[in-house]
């Protein structure tokens, strides 16, 4: 890109926001919110968290669901600090509210609705990214179909709602049409001053797939209020395992 003319190199930025657009990106908005990820933001398209697309989380066992529920609340602050309140449907709601505020965020911003079944969820879900006066859209389900995911991108490509789909005690791995697909693993707590008790959240990140950016693993503390990265670099998946996760 170097070598082309001014002319070239600006026609040629276009297309490439462009692809990036139609494939369900909204950079321009998502780079007026910082996320404080630090390095990981090299592994996205444009530097910055995508927003305006859905993404997908992925958690084996309760210590991993908990794990992922901090880690996206971390994501849902800086949001929110800009935007409206945010949906979060479940049929098996574990999340305790006032837990929150210790991401810096407060309850009442939230709408939680408690249903009983999955597919009742997953219905919600759609309608609810459907509507743009809401920040973003949290669903907790076990399975989601190629289709319905589709349809959960479709959805957010006109309101610019950020969706996040938690699956949790997902029975297979298939193929999806969200942009992103994470696991968050929990690892020891780092003790504050040598004190006893819980200290700082920390989780093992690992962006398995992005579209159109670069998958990685990184070592992320949740202190003072923003994330934390230990590994400044990004550590690439390795080829085979890219293939299973796609």
């Known amino acids: ?18 692809i990036l657009r139609l494939q369900g990106f909204r950079t321009a908005h998502s780079a007026t919110v910082d996320h404080g990820l630090g390095p990981i933001t090299q592994a996205f398209p444009g530097g910055s968290f995508p927003t305006g697309c859905v993404h997908e989380f992925l958690s ?6 908990a794990a992922t529920s901090g880690f996206v609340s971390g994501l849902l602050a800086p949001l929110m600090a800009v ?7 479940s049929a098996s709601r574990t999340l305790f509210p006032p837990a929150l505020k210790h991401f810096g965020l407060s309850p009442d911003q939230f709408i939680f609705i408690d249903l009983q079944k999955e597919k009742e969820v997953l219905w919600a879900l759609d309608e609810a990214l459907k509507c743009g006066a809401l920040t973003a859209v949290v669903g907790e389900l076990q ?5 319905a995911s589709r349809r959960l ?17 997902y029975r297979q791995i298939n193929t999806t049409a969200c942009v992103s697909r994470w696991k968050i693993t929990p690892l020891p707590s780092i003790i504050v001053d040598d ?14 797939r992005i579209r159109n950016g670069r998958p990685g693993v990184w070592e992320v503390t949740w202190e003072k209020g923003s994330f934390h990265t230990a590994l ?5 998946i390795p080829e085979q ?6």
Do not use: Y
């Open 1 to 18: 890109m170097n070598n082309l003319s001014p002319q070239r190199a600006e026609i040629l930025a276009s297309l490439q926001t462009d």
């Open 60 to 65: 084996d066992d309760v210590q991993a669901a």
């Open 83 to 89: 935007g409206g309140p945010v949906l979060w449907i």
């Open 143 to 147: 399975e989601l179909s190629f289709t």
């Open 153 to 169: 991108q479709l959805a957010v490509e006109h309101s610019q709602v950020t969706g996040f789909v938690l699956r949790r005690k």
């Open 195 to 208: 004190l006893p008790g819980v200290g700082h959240p920390q989780w093992k990140v690992e962006l398995l």
């Open 232 to 236: 400044p670099s990004v550590a690439t």
């Open 241 to 246: 395992r890219q293939k299973v996760w796609a």
